[in-house]
T-cell receptor, first 115, second 115 residues
């Protein structure tokens, strides 16, 4: 069956430009998560969507980062005025429910390089 | 505050040898503990989890992990390594059962299998 799909798989952008990263979760999964993985570090939580509830944005590192989830399905993570420290792999995951008994299903990630 | 430490960013074992990947955590309350695996060119997937039932947890592909409260450890083992086990392994901890996004992740250990 179809898994979590992320696009693009790779993105190279110039410092100061805006980028949009897309995540298509598994159909029917109500919970959607964005993480960032920098080289040699663990996954860093960015934002969490659960159904129609207001998202938890507590992990977003600055106001240059935003995300939306339209129709409870596809999500877009937007980074404005990119900086070199934004270079990382951005991972999206979905799960049927929000609790720990509902495993996360990850996409392959988008590798962002800011030059 | 919770934290996760994975000892060794890279671990190399011979095919057929014991695999031991170390994970130590800190948590002020009984934790939920997870191992996720990322095979080359694939998204992370759940390998096994501890959620306060049996302390010895069996996962996919012959892996298991033992929760040792006195040592605050959740090391991952497999008796006999196979070439297909080459991947990156991530340990994660949460003190909440109601939300996956509260997971705190280790930096990952890349397992290398020598023929």
């Amino acid at each position: 069956g179809a898994g979590v799909s992320q696009s693009p798989s790779n993105k190279v952008t110039e410092k100061g430009k805006d980028v949009e990263l897309r995540c298509d979760p598994i159909s029917g999964h109500t919970a959607l998560y964005w993480y960032r993985q920098s080289l040699g570090q663990g996954l860093e939580f960015l934002i969490y969507f659960q159904g129609n509830s207001a998202p938890d944005k507590s992990g977003l590192p600055s106001d240059r980062f935003s995300a939306e989830r339209t129709g409870g399905s596809v999500s877009t993570l937007t980074i404005q005025r990119t900086q070199q420290e934004d270079s990382a792999v951005y991972l999206c995951a979905s799960s049927p429910q929000s609790g720990v008994n509902s495993p996360l299903h990850f996409g392959n990630g988008t590798r962002l390089t800011v030059t | 505050a919770q934290s996760v430490t994975q000892l060794g960013s890279h671990v190399s074992v011979s095919e057929g040898a014991l695999v031991l990947l170390r994970c130590n955590y800190s948590s002020s309350v009984p934790p939920y503990l997870f191992w996720y695996v990322q095979y080359p060119n694939q998204g992370l997937q759940l390998l096994l989890k501890y959620t306060s039932a049996a302390t010895l947890v069996k996962g996919i592909n012959g892996f298991e992990a033992e929760f040792k409260k006195s040592e605050t450890s959740f090391h991952l083992t497999k008796p006999s390594a196979h070439m297909s086990d080459a991947a990156e392994y991530f340990c994660a901890v949460s003190d909440r059962g109601d939300s996956n996004y509260q997971l705190i992740w280790g930096a990952g250990t890349k397992l290398i299998i020598k023929p």
